[in-house]
């Protein structure tokens, strides 16, 4: 029979062995998992890394639909508060040679071309590439509404035009006036983002847009350039 020193010794023996083996399984395992760390860490950014550069190279581009002339209009614009999508923008030439505007629409999804002029939301921006005189406007937009109306519907909303083309400011390279019809509200008239007047009626604003999308339209070609879609 062992005497209990000897028990004891072993005991601390033991103790001591079990130390160590913790001990040596710690250091180990923090080995383990500090090289895990460094592999993961090195996947990472070596996954990473092509991703980082591609975005440093190709950054997102912002939100547009089309490019015309160098001229960039918005995937959508709010009208009221709803946002309404790009249908098309498109090239003016006066006399088939001179490039005067870049002329963008902006309609409901799903509005057919023959409703365009009916009381639905809508904008066209029109971007100028050559200066143009503010009374100017009111001079060329007659020959089109005389067209598109008869002499009685003209009469009725006379007082209207005449209200919004004293409105009509002198534009230069890169100025850009928008007509935005809001059902309730009217026709508003904007320069460079910045409202100068809002016409009532619903009648008003099919005429007046009529003179890019009536049925005797300023130009034939823009007209079935904007409403035809992209």
Not at 164 to 171: I, K, M
Not at 175 to 184: E, F, V
Not at 216 to 227: T, V
Request: proline share 7%.
């Amino acid at each position: 029979m062992r005497s209990p020193s000897s028990i004891n010794s072993h005991l601390a023996l033991i103790n001591r062995i079990s130390a160590l083996t913790k001990s040596f399984s710690a250091r180990k395992t923090q080995k383990i998992s500090s090289n895990l760390l460094k592999t993961l860490r090195s996947k990472l950014v070596s996954g990473l890394c092509p991703l980082l550069l591609a975005l440093l190279l190709f950054p997102p581009s912002p939100v547009q639909a089309v490019t015309v002339e160098n001229v960039t209009f918005a995937d959508s614009t709010a009208i009221g508060d709803k946002p309404v999508p790009l249908r098309n923008a498109a090239l003016l030439r006066y006399l088939k040679i001179i490039k005067a505007y870049v002329a963008a629409l902006y309609l409901p999804e799903g509005t057919k071309p023959e409703d365009v002029l009916t009381d639905v939301p809508k904008r066209l921006e029109i971007n100028y590439l050559v200066s143009i005189k503010g009374p100017d406007f009111g001079k060329g937009a007659v020959p089109t509404l005389e067209r598109n109306q008869t002499p009685a519907e003209l009469a009725k909303l006379q007082d209207r035009i005449d209200r919004l083309n004293s409105t009509y400011r002198d534009v230069k390279p890169g100025d850009r006036y928008a007509l935005t019809y809001l059902p309730g509200r009217g026709t508003e008239l904007a320069l460079n983002g910045t409202p100068l007047i809002v016409i009532e009626g619903a009648d008003f604003a099919a005429a007046y847009f009529g003179i890019w999308l009536g049925r005797e339209s300023i130009d034939d070609k823009l007209k079935r350039d904007l409403l035809k879609g992209r």
